[in-house]
């Protein structure tokens, strides 16, 4: 018997195919064929995705005021949408979902236009601005942080939350432990290509501020951009620091399981991994996102007392310094934003999507999946 088939469009970052590389372990578990069409960026990220097949169709972003680019990338969309038109009239998808950035609009819009069932997840608080243009045409719209209570799309939103690695789920096994007085007290801090540099200069200034009693206490694991790693471990040799500095760690999720307290900016993933987790954070949204997502994502967690949220340009090294003295000698504090933290989190958000791609695969409205959660 053939099995059928399922057509995830996900490109350009790790943050959009991530979140399809979940959802599509869920699907080949429960018997569904997986294809990816994604563009040529996204080829480095899709070694290890579980699909069948994996298309590449070209895209383009308008985003140039110059009459000639325009005209470029408005030739290479409609390229990719006759393209995208012909693999969807061979391949015939059960339902075809998106999730975000340009690479997803060629194939969604020849989804619908040719009457193909299609949903879109959106990862962040504030919908982007590819899913934007297509909220209107799909029948669902899955959501990591959108609420289903507001908004013109209300009616077809359901919050599933962001579905998390396996590495994740392993380490939301593992119980918050306070960090009493006297005991050592874990500190994580990434921020992501984009983020990094800001803590290499301010996270080392604040640990040199701290009493010694303190400061002597803490073990860090930091990541920073490989050419901010001399000036960061020059600061860690000079404090004599109990620090690990590196530009990626491959075991952050067992790391973020064994913090005391983090400090982190705040894309779709980090927030929805902390809160699986179920770990205290001190969020410092990236000022130059788009759409000021970091900073949508971000207030969702601090809602929920799980994180307090910095402005970068509040969070001076002084302030920092506070922070962490009032975060080491309260650990009831820390303990009940991590329990907090954890409420938040949504663990089963991948079989919870790929439940929605089955209701719309069977032929069901997202109104009639809406009644079967409540």
Known sequence: MTKAIIMLAAGGTGGHLFPAEALAFELKALGYSVHLVTD??????????????????????????????????????????????RLMAKVRPKVVVGFGGYPTIPPLLAATGMGIPSMIHEQNAV???????????????????????????AAKTVTTGNPVRPAVLEAAKVPYQASGAGEEFRLVVFGGSQGAQYFSKT????????????RQRLKITQQARAEDMP????????????????????DMAERIAGAHLVICRSGASTVSEISV????????????????????????????????????AELSAEKLSRILTDAMNNPEKLAGMAENARK?????????????????????????????RS
């Open 40 to 85: 040529s960026r996204a080829e480095r990220y899709a070694g290890k995705f579980p699909a069948d097949e994996i298309h590449v169709v070209p895209s383009a972003t308008i985003g140039s005021k110059n009459p000639l680019k325009v005209a470029s990338s408005l030739w290479t969309l409609w390229s990719g949408i006759r393209i995208a038109r």
């Open 127 to 153: 919908m982007g601005r590819a899913n934007k243009a297509l909220a209107k045409r799909v029948m669902a719209i899955a959501g990591g942080f959108l609420p289903e209570t507001d908004g013109v799309y």
């Open 203 to 214: 996270v080392p200034t604040a640990v040199s501020l701290l009493d010694d009693s303190l």
């Open 231 to 250: 000036m960061v471990q020059g600061c860690v040799a000079k404090l004599e620091m109990n620090a690990e500095i590196a530009p990626f760690f491959n």
């Open 277 to 312: 987790i179920g770990r205290p954070a001190i969020l410092v949204p990236y000022p130059y996102a788009l759409d000021h997502d970091q900073a949508a994502n971000a207030a969702t967690l601090a809602a929920t007392g799980g994180a307090k949220v910095i402005v970068q």
């Open 344 to 372: 938040a989190g949504k663990p089963d958000a991948a079989r919870l999507l790929a439940a929605m791609v089955e209701a719309i695969a069977s032929g069901s409205t997202i109104a009639k999946f809406k009644e079967t």
